[in-house]
């Protein structure tokens, strides 16, 4: 070995070694960083009210159309990945929540209404879809597939082919039937949000990994 060459390899090593501190440092920071996605404006279908999805908090708005500057009521929600109806004349606001829940939860709504005044209505997930599909995690079940609007009636399909129908003015549940249960191709996709999540979360374990992997090799035996 050359003189000085050993000091060369412990030096080229110190600094890959501080190159990968820097990228899970880096990827750590980055991931806390991202800012929230931007503001969502659902209308009502005459295009009179609209409800303010903001993901900078949990508080949400409904307003005139016409006039943003002063909300007509708010409600607070804890999840996102939701969607969200409005009514025509905006004094009722629908939320059909995400595709997924854990078993431990299929007694909680899934459907859910809204007024001024609080939650008027709600429907468990078990009650809209008596066959939710295995998912790649035990404990999951997916159960929504689509819902929309017509006329005064918001319809929810579930991935086993039923059909819930409710009445939006009062969120009961006017029929219940059966349809073409959703594609076995079918499932959720990921927001740009997320993957960036996912991606800044994997960048940083790797480069953990790897610096882990470098220190333990340079321990003396």
Not at 152 to 157: A, D, I, P, T, Y
Request: some cysteine.
């Amino acid at each position: 070995m050359f003189p000085g060459t050993g000091f060369l390899m412990r030096e080229g090593s110190m600094r890959v070694t501080c190159l990968l501190l820097v990228l899970a440092l880096g990827a750590a920071a980055l991931q806390a960083n991202a800012p929230p996605p931007e503001d969502d404006w659902i209308y009502s279908p005459n295009n009179q009210y609209v409800l303010r999805l903001t993901f900078r908090g949990n508080e949400q708005n409904v307003y005139k159309a016409d006039d943003r500057e002063k909300p007509l009521w708010s409600f607070r929600i804890d999840q996102w990945g939701h969607n969200f109806h409005v009514a025509d004349d905006g004094t009722i606001v629908a939320e059909v929540r995400d595709s997924y829940y854990y078993m431990a939860d299929k007694a909680e709504a899934g459907v859910l209404f809204r007024d001024r005044t609080g939650i008027i209505a709600e429907h468990s997930y078990e009650s809209l879809c008596a066959q939710p599909r295995a998912t790649g995690y035990e404990n999951a079940r997916q159960w929504h597939y689509q819902d929309y609007r017509e006329g005064k009636f918001l319809h929810v399909r579930a991935v086993d082919g039923t059909l819930s129908r409710f009445d939006f003015a009062t969120g009961k549940l006017v029929e219940q039937g059966r349809t073409e249960p959703a594609p076995e191709s079918y499932g959720s996709r990921c927001s740009t949000a997320e993957l960036a999540f996912g991606a800044g979360a994997a960048l940083t374990v790797l480069a953990l990994l790897a610096l882990g992997l470098r220190l333990r090799r340079g321990r003396p035996a």
